[in-house]
């Protein structure tokens, strides 16, 4: 089998329309799951570190479900399976113009679901890393539980759930290639069927893959980018180098001991 360099540059180089639309789309639906994956997390970790038992048991019943079933089933559940039971079925919608597939919605609202149970453990453990006596002193100040949180516990936090959020992202982007299964039009599918219309599937998916390098790789300079600004705020001298990101370098001397600035 030889290699169609041609049709490997011109794929590269133009890719057709029908792929751009399917790289759009998994841009789309991974910003949009994360956003929404974020919020669920937050709220589910929050009940995780509630008062009220209830709560906790449901958080920790909610993570252990999820966290342990496979995205493909339950994006088929979602999918096929609320409708088969007579729970709910996904319909195509009209948003601001803008009209969105039953698939699409149910593949947001799976990865949603599916994402969320682990951003709420990066989230609890952030909030955890945060030492309990510096609450402890702003409750007696006077400060509400609520204050505390938002101007104290959270901002500190964000320097360590910042790195895994951002890998999470990273691995969602290539989680979106399961989409396929409910026949969602994401970079994978097409991609597919332009290996079945021209056989040419080494070529294709080569592309496919650079793409998605392209998408992971773009994102590491953003992350990269968050994680120094957060660390220019809280003081810390230590920023975070692309080529170690990238490609695993040594970090310098003084990375074991990083310590705000006076």
Do not use: C
Request: net charge positive; aromatic share 10%.
């Amino acid at each position: 089998m030889n290699f169609d360099w041609d049709f490997f540059w011109k794929s590269l180089l133009t890719p057709s329309e029908p792929f751009l639309d399917g790289l759009v789309l998994t841009i789309v639906i991974s910003v949009v799951a994360m956003v929404l994956a974020t919020v669920l997390g937050l709220v589910i970790a929050l009940m995780r570190r509630s008062h009220i038992a209830a709560l906790r048991w449901f958080a920790g019943f909610y993570i252990w479900v999820i966290r342990g079933t496979p995205l493909l089933v339950q994006l088929v559940v979602i999918y096929t399976g609320l409708a088969a039971v007579g729970l709910y079925e996904f319909h195509d919608v009209s948003f601001v113009g803008i009209s969105v597939k039953a698939a699409v919605q149910a593949a947001i609202v799976g990865l949603m679901i599916h994402e969320s149970a682990y951003i709420a453990e990066i989230v609890r453990a952030g909030l955890d890393s945060v030492p309990k006596g510096q609450f402890e002193a702003a409750a007696s100040l006077g400060m509400r539980p609520s204050k505390v949180m938002r101007w104290i516990i959270v901002p500190q936090s964000l320097r360590v759930m910042v790195p895994p959020l951002g890998n999470t992202f990273n691995g969602l982007m290539k989680t979106t290639s399961v989409l396929s299964v409910i026949g969602v039009s994401e970079l994978f599918l097409v991609t597919q069927s332009i290996s079945s219309a021209t056989f040419f599937t080494f070529e294709i998916f080569l592309v496919a893959a650079i793409y998605y390098l392209a998408l992971t790789t773009i994102w590491t300079f953003i992350q990269a980018a968050i994680e120094n600004r957060l660390a220019r705020q809280l003081g810390i001298d230590q920023p975070v180098r692309i080529t170690q990101r990238l490609l695993g370098g040594r970090k310098g001397s003084n990375a074991a001991t990083l310590q705000p600035q006076a």
